[in-house]
């Protein structure tokens, strides 16, 4: 009924192009997110590079200027609205479990569609719930109701739309009440109050994060309103609306300067929300948002007795902890991120570190582990399990992942037919290391596996399929051999083991630039652009000079000239 509501009321605006899935808006919490931050490309003949500070090209990268609320935005905009998680009406689902899936381009009629059936839902869900109905409806209705409503359009536009409406928006919606005996069944205030919200969010100002601030600079930019930089500093940091004090503050004029947006974004790094944020940037630093074989791993349990598939959810909040303490109960650097012992165990996790269980509960506890054996996030059974296979570790999956996703090294394309390439079983070959070596021993891989991929994969053979510290190959009992020659930022250096290895990754200048595209891949909602490279040259050095926190990081992604500034590709 309220679709039709739409067409009888008049069209509100139109629904523009769809942001990539990436960043804060996607489901760690924020989307694709990271992207690989990688050098060049790969061709299969090669690995690509990094870049360098001293290369960047100045400029800011041309944006949309009406992105789409990711699905992920979406749900938290709703829930912090009105207080929805879950739609009643269609299983108690999410409300993005109904939309079209997160992708670039524009919205078709079936996308379309769905907005609107979801906002019927919504619409319905509030209006008969009281409690709810008071996160939309802050007066009650009385005599035509037309009195509150208005007010209600003003307050809860101003949040809806994150920008006080124009006296045009508001005569419009005005209009929809001044309709509603013709457009509900009764005309009930109630009834035309479900319209309104209704109308609220199939609304492009809703679904769309605008930016139509016209003060230009003559170069194809725009400098935002005070209310755009609000809304671009709740979506980077939150996910989601802005709050009130940053509500006053856009309307007061105190988002105009660095100084004023810096102070606002260190408050908001205090918020639990923030939180949040961090946790999904680091789910895709580690790749895991996607990963099947982190959640839906599976090991061969005659070699691997300890592992049981209960223990996922836990090494997948040790994992996210570990974060969580070294950037807010730390405060912490890059750096730590390599070199703290600090992990938190409970009595199901216990023995993968090799510790008592009967010392644990079943709450994890902070505790620190042994320096000799883990340091850092690298050595947590959470990494390394999602990184191994069912029934032996897989130095490639670590490999890669050190090469490419920390050291921001394009490992280049596998040839066609190697993923297919089997382990070579043989009486020489008693350790993984060897199989792995004699399986990427041909032209077409050696280049790439023996000077890039395999190495850091080897060095990490001290951890078995689950994570255990292991001497021996378990399926043979031949010793372990974690000394590898490791290219880190040039030429290779030789590494002795995993603690020799985390040290030179924290101190590794690829690797600290590496987490700084990262973040402005992830902060900005785009993959790694040449426009870009200053900013991340500019984290970089900080990071590399030391004492730099990561809050100290996020909080200048809010300080570059891309942050406050809109521009346009010019023809």
């Not at 809304?231 to 802005?242: A, E, N, Q, V």
Request: glycine letters at 10%.
């Amino acid at each position: 009924m309220l679709a039709a509501v739409a067409l009888s009321a008049g069209c509100m605006g139109s629904i523009g192009d769809d942001p990539a899935d990436s960043g804060p808006g996607g489901d760690n919490p924020t989307g694709a997110g990271t992207g690989s931050g990688a050098g060049v490309p790969g061709t299969g003949a090669g690995p690509g590079t990094p870049g360098s500070p001293g290369e960047c090209t100045p400029g800011i990268a041309a944006t949309s200027q009406i992105p789409r609320l990711t699905n992920a935005q979406y749900d938290r905009t709703v829930r912090d609205l009105l207080g929805i998680t879950a739609l009643t009406a269609s299983g108690n689902v999410a409300p993005s479990t109904l939309l079209a899936t997160d992708q670039a381009g524009g919205l078709t009629d079936l996308g379309w569609s769905a907005y609107t059936s979801v906002a019927e839902m919504i619409a319905a869900q509030v209006m008969s719930d009281p409690a709810l109905r008071s996160n939309f409806l802050k007066c009650t209705p009385t005599g035509d109701g037309a009195a509150c409503l208005h007010d209600t359009v003003i307050e809860f536009g101003r949040r809806a739309f994150r920008r006080p409406l124009t006296d045009a928006e508001v005569a419009r919606f005005d209009a929809i009440v001044a309709k509603g005996p013709e457009i509900t069944a009764s005309g009930a205030p109630e009834e035309v109050a479900e319209v309104l919200l209704y109308m609220f969010l199939i609304s492009p100002s809703f679904i769309q994060r605008a930016e139509i601030s016209e003060t230009p600079d003559g170069a194809g930019r725009f400098a935002l309103s005070n209310h755009e930089v609000a809304s671009r500093l709740s979506y980077m940091l939150w996910g989601t609306i802005p709050d009130e004090a940053l509500n006053q503050a856009a309307d007061q004029g105190q988002l105009s300067t660095s100084e004023q947006i810096r102070a606002q974004a260190r408050r908001m790094l205090q918020d639990p929300r923030a939180r949040q944020m961090v946790a999904g940037f680091h789910r895709d630093y580690l790749e895991l948002g996607a990963n099947t074989r982190w959640d839906s791993a599976q090991r061969d349990t005659t070699l691997f007795p300890v592992f049981d598939r209960s223990l996922i959810p836990i090494m997948a909040e040790e994992t996210e902890r570990f974060f969580d303490h070294v950037v807010f109960t730390l405060g912490g650097t890059f750096q730590e991120f390599f070199l703290s012992p600090i992990a938190f165990v409970n009595a199901a996790t216990a023995p993968l570190y090799g510790l008592d269980p009967a010392r644990f509960g079943s709450e994890l506890e902070e505790i620190t582990l042994d320096a000799s054996q883990r340091p850092g996030f690298l050595t947590r059974v959470g990494f390394l399990n999602a990184y191994s296979s069912y029934n032996r570790t897989s130095p490639i999956l670590r490999g890669v992942f050190i090469t490419k996703d920390v050291l921001g090294i394009d490992p280049g394309t596998p040839p066609p037919g190697a993923l297919e390439t089997p382990l070579p079983e043989g009486a020489d070959l008693d350790t993984n290391r060897k199989r792995v070596d004699a399986q990427t021993a041909g032209a077409a891989c050696a280049g790439c596996h023996h000077n890039y991929i395999n190495p850091p994969g080897f060095v990490m053979e001290a951890y078995d399929a689950v994570g255990t510290w292991q001497t021996q190959e378990a399926s043979t009992g031949a010793p372990i051999n974690t000394v590898a020659d490791v290219r880190i930022d040039g030429e290779p250096v030789r590494v002795t083991g995993p603690v020799d290895l985390m040290a030179r990754l924290a101190a590794s200048p690829n690797a600290q630039r590496q987490y700084a595209q990262k973040w402005v891949s992830y902060a900005y909602e785009r993959d790694g652009h040449p426009l870009d490279s200053c900013t991340v040259d500019d984290l970089a050095t900080k990071i590399t000079a030391g004492g730099y926190t990561v809050l100290d990081l996020i909080t200048d992604l809010t300080q570059s000239e891309s942050f406050r500034i809109r521009a346009v590709a010019l023809e």
